[in-house]
């Protein structure tokens, strides 16, 4: 073989290899589906993979809680990958040293661990405030940020004043009835039911306090609650003293990837007024969108609706991406 033909093959397997590179980066979504575990600090924490071969997007939280939310369509957009976070185990707050930045941080290693390049964050409720902050943090690793029924604040004396607000002024007085009635129904329930790795007494008051997450007040959610893994009051209250005085103007750094975030009209947990006035500052891409038929869950509530509005958000970022 002449130095010629020897250098002509390996500028070939060369230009082989970059091909298959670029190949493996314009289609990220390599994984299988199926349920692993990553040792974060010494505990195992569990991922499920969905099915699809869209976006990858990691929902920090809970397992066999959102895919039943989460319509065929939009996993057909997304590849969801399920993610256990610390935030919620662990007996009392002070066995869980963690912080905000460490639960950031939990995402981030998921992402190394199944070598992915970009993910989408989606975070529901509390949650949203850490696909915010892993936008924030990790920018160049965020691909979107989707937030669902999630605050701009969490947890302190204006939080519980406006959220208080809301529900006296825009619920019906039939919701107010319907509210308190199942509460009176279940607060024995409530009171017996044990703490343990198999019950939640955070499962059984959120079925009672239907009123203040639903559209239709009267809705039964046990369903999509009694199946996944229980969390403890202690730990809920773990995730509410990390969280308890963030705010999302509260850095100088702006949240940059695409940011969408989905409102219920009828959310009283964490109502579309905490959002007026207080985003503008933090985000350099932000859309909002209010679902009228709504309450804490539109992505199942007005599920077509959601994801349509989804869908339209990730074409118009593709649009202005391919005009850069």
């Known amino acids: 073989m002449t130095h010629k033909h020897f250098f002509l093959l390996l500028s070939g397997l060369i230009s082989l290899n970059l091909l298959s590179c670029n190949n493996h980066k314009s289609n990220p979504s390599v994984l299988e ?26 929902i920090p939280g809970f397992l066999n809680l959102y895919d039943k939310a989460i319509s065929d369509k939009l996993k057909s957009k ?32 998921l992402r190394k661990e199944l070598k992915l390049n970009k993910i989408a964050v989606l975070g529901h ?30 947890y302190d004396s204006a939080f519980f004043a406006i959220t208080n607000k809301y529900w006296i002024n825009n619920s019906s007085e039939s919701r107010k009835h319907a509210f308190k ?3 009176t129904l279940m607060q024995d329930t409530i009171a017996n039911t044990s703490e343990s790795p198999y019950n939640s007494r955070w499962v059984v008051n959120y079925i009672a306090k239907s009123a203040r997450i639903w559209h239709d007040y009267n ?7 009694k199946d996944f893994r229980p969390v403890s009051n202690a730990s809920m209250l773990n995730l509410f003293a990390i969280t308890t005085g963030y705010h999302v103007n509260s850095s100088d750094k702006n949240i940059t990837p695409p940011t969408y975030l989905a409102l219920g009209k009828s959310d ?10 207080v985003h503008s500052n933090a985000f350099e891409n932000l859309t909002v969108n209010v679902f009228d038929e709504s ?30």
């Open 219 to 225: 809705y039964d959610c046990s369903w999509l609650v």
């Open 125 to 154: 409720s509390i949650l949203g405030i850490l696909a915010f902050e892993y936008g924030r943090k990790y920018p160049e690793n965020a691909s979107h940020i989707i937030a669902v029924g999630s605050p701009s604040y969490a």
């Open 295 to 324: 309450g804490h869950w539109p992505w199942y509530e007005e599920q077509e609706s959601f994801d349509n509005s989804i869908i339209e958000w990730l074409q118009s970022i593709d649009q202005v991406t391919n005009t850069k």
């Open 268 to 277: 009283f947990l964490v109502p579309p007024i905490l959002w007026d006035s």
């Open 181 to 183: 009635e199942k509460v």
């Open 33 to 58: 589906a199926g349920i692993g575990e990553i040792i974060i600090d010494g505990q195992s924490l569990s991922y499920e993979v969905g099915e699809g071969d869209g976006i990858p997007c990691i």
């Open 78 to 109: 997304f590849k969801f990958i399920y993610f256990e976070s610390r935030a919620f185990y662990g007996d009392t707050i002070a066995d869980n040293n963690l912080t905000m930045d460490s639960l950031v941080d939990e995402i981030e290693l």
